[in-house]
């Protein structure tokens, strides 16, 4: 469909970028990139474009590369999700080790989306790392009060409540975890008493 679509109209910037998209799933890392610089040839400053391609460059091992596309499809003030970007470049900083800017784009996808799956588990994450409990908490439990959970979630959650001390939530989460995913692999890391990352 798309090869049609490119066949009837070479320029149109949407194909070649979901063929890039196409191509990055068949891990077929030259013609991704090939697509996806011709669609930001032919609209640079389409912001789904930027962040796919940022996404891209995360992906291949140039995380540091990607952090400029995710801030050029942050420059359209219309742009429908600025939250993706903004997580996206979040998630490649913690990959380059700069956690300080991850934070920094974490928190400002939470503030443009209170409800972003992705801010919140990365925040409470990163803010458990830090023996910040108080804040680690509030965004697990957000998470768990937004979305219906899920093991890593949950495991999330009860990490957080062990190392805050709360044995009665700790608790409460594991036998959740237990119950709803028996076969998954944090159900077992909790059978081991591995309570690692």
């Given at each position: 469909?798309?090869r049609?679509?490119?066949?009837?109209?070479?320029?149109?910037?949407?194909?070649?970028?979901?063929?890039?998209?196409?191509?990055?799933?068949?891990?077929?890392?030259?013609?991704?990139?090939?697509?996806?610089?011709?669609?930001?040839?032919?609209?640079?400053?389409?912001?789904?474009?930027n962040?796919?391609?940022?996404?891209?460059?995360?992906?291949?091992?140039?995380?540091?590369?990607?952090?400029?596309?995710?801030?050029?499809?942050?420059?359209?003030?219309?742009?429908?999700?600025?939250?993706?970007?903004?997580?996206?470049?979040?998630?490649?900083?913690?990959?380059?080790?700069?956690?300080?800017?991850?934070?920094?784009?974490?928190?400002?996808?939470?503030?443009?989306?209170?409800?972003?799956?992705?801010?919140?588990?990365?925040?409470?994450?990163?803010?458990?790392?830090?023996?910040?409990?108080?804040?680690?908490?509030?965004?697990?439990?957000?998470?768990?009060?937004?979305?219906?959970?899920?093991?890593?979630?949950?495991?999330?959650?009860?990490?957080?409540?062990?190392?805050?001390?709360?044995?009665?939530?700790?608790?409460t989460?594991?036998?959740?975890?237990?119950?709803?995913?028996?076969?998954?692999?944090?159900?077992?890391?909790?059978?081991?008493?591995?309570?690692?990352?």
């Amino acid at each position: 469909e798309l090869r049609q679509a490119l066949a009837i109209d070479p320029n149109y910037p949407a194909a070649h970028g979901m063929l890039g998209l196409v191509y990055m799933d068949l891990n077929d890392r030259p013609r991704a990139e090939e697509s996806f610089q011709r669609a930001l040839r032919l609209a640079p400053n389409d912001s789904d474009l930027n962040n796919n391609y940022g996404w891209f460059l995360c992906q291949s091992g140039r995380e540091r590369e990607s952090i400029d596309f995710f801030q050029r499809a942050l420059r359209n003030p219309l742009y429908q999700t600025p939250a993706r970007p903004l997580h996206n470049a979040g998630i490649c900083s913690l990959r380059v080790g700069d956690v300080a800017g991850a934070e920094a784009f974490f928190r400002r996808s939470f503030q443009v989306d209170p409800s972003n799956p992705v801010a919140m588990y990365q925040l409470a994450r990163l803010y458990l790392s830090r023996a910040q409990h108080e804040q680690a908490r509030f965004y697990a439990r957000r998470l768990l009060n937004t979305f219906e959970p899920t093991a890593e979630t949950l495991w999330l959650a009860l990490r957080v409540e062990r190392a805050a001390g709360n044995r009665e939530a700790e608790a409460t989460f594991g036998a959740q975890l237990r119950r709803r995913f028996p076969q998954a692999r944090e159900t077992g890391l909790l059978a081991a008493g591995d309570y690692r990352e």
